[in-house]
């Protein structure tokens, strides 16, 4: 058992007996936490590298969980996910070393999926993101902190890039030269969505900025979507972007990170069934917003590639690695992901 002191601090209505690490998240450091009764508990250090503004993320979470839990807008029976209170009555404690804590109580029974393994089930992730958007639709984005700052800004993600490529500090530029002219060749479309949002012809919602898979807990049993998780980047941002992020990520038939790019195709049946299921929960999509659901995936996974391109360049600094390349396998993969969207781009259209 690890020994996390700043357990200690929250209300628990018994000792701890357990606390291991947790998960495969690129960001947080996660732990499980069982106590005496058996009751479970998911305890987080927040990543402070990534989130320069603990207290905002926190307050966020705070917001938006209390008003996805109001009793009009969502059924007693399901559930949502719960701070556990520090015994000063706050929902984080900083230790003596600055760093932010949090514990949330774990659904038992629950599981979350790293990858798509039926098309039902990334369907139904499609019902759990659309509906989180749907429940958030009448709240003010505007009293959210933008916790990570152009999150989702693509145009100001090729900037950092560039700036990578021109700084080369691990000369590593000259190991990904046909990743680097792949994103640069596609510059101006990483534009399409930032302008449409300034235009004021695409709306600002509340979204969850890392919809993924593995940010959905599924009931064990059932299969069905219990609720949404890792809210640290909701904040004010566009539908299609949410809806791109999850395509990117389940609707391609590798893993995120797979070195043998035969295995990493996009799959137009997965576009579909995921629309599906996000559509029937997210009924409040302008014409616009649905419109541009497949700019969203390519942008994503252009994004996300970029992203992960430029952490390559930089020494790895950003996203957790767990071997050399890592991150560079990772960009291939998206990029991989994008050049199969441009040739399907007529069925996304129509699909
Ligand atoms: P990260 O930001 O590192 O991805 P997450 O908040 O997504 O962290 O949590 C990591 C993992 O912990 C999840 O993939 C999930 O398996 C598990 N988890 C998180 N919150 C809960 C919860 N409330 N109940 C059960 N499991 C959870
Ligand atoms: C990070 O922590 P995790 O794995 O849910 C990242 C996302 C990326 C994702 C790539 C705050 O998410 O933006 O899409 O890795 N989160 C942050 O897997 O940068
Ligand atoms: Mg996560």
């Known amino acids: 058992m690890y020994e996390v002191k700043q357990i200690s601090e929250f209300q628990l209505p018994a000792p701890v007996v357990c606390c291991d690490p947790y998960g495969n998240g690129h960001i947080n450091d996660t732990y499980l936490v069982e106590d005496a009764r058996g009751n479970r508990y998911i305890l987080q250090r927040i990543n402070q590298n990534v989130f320069k503004d603990c207290e905002g993320v926190m307050t966020n979470i705070q917001l938006v969980t209390r008003h996805i839990s109001r009793p009009d807008r969502h059924n007693a029976a399901q559930e949502v996910l719960t701070l556990v209170p520090c015994h000063d009555g706050m929902f984080w404690h900083v230790d003596g070393l600055g760093e932010y804590w949090r514990l949330y109580h774990f659904t038992r029974n629950s599981i979350c999926f790293e990858q798509v393994d039926s ?55 000259k190991t990904a030269r046909r990743e680097i002219a792949f994103a640069l060749a596609r510059e101006e479309f990483a534009a399409t969505l930032i302008n449409l949002q300034k235009s004021g012809k695409m709306p600002i919602r509340v979204t969850h900025n890392d919809a993924k898979l593995n940010n959905v807990l599924f009931c064990k049993d059932t299969r069905a979507h219990l609720y949404v998780i890792d809210l640290d980047t909701t904040m004010p941002g566009l539908a299609v972007t949410d809806f791109g992020d999850s395509i990117r990520f389940g609707a391609a038939t590798g893993a995120e990170d797979e070195r043998d790019l035969d295995k990493v195709n996009f ?39 970029v992203r992960f391109l430029t952490d390559h360049l930089n020494g790895d600094t950003y996203f957790k690695i767990g071997r050399e390349g890592h991150n560079l396998d990772r960009c291939r993969t998206q990029f991989k992901l994008v050049a199969d969207m441009e040739k399907q781009w007529d069925a996304m259209r129509s699909s």
């Open 119 to 173: 098309l039902e089930v990334f369907r139904e992730s499609g019902v759990a993101f659309g509906n989180f958007i749907n429940q958030l639709a009448d709240f003010d984005a505007a009293q959210l902190t933008e916790t990570i700052p152009d999150f989702h800004n693509t145009p100001r993600r090729y900037a950092a890039l560039r700036e990578a490529v021109a700084e080369d500090a691990f000369d590593r530029a």
């Open 267 to 305: 799959s137009i049946e997965h576009y579909r069934a995921y629309k599906d299921g996000f559509l029937t929960a997210c009924t409040s999509l302008t014409p616009c917003e649905t419109e541009h659901l497949p700019h969203g995936a390519k942008m994503m996974a252009l994004e996300c590639g």
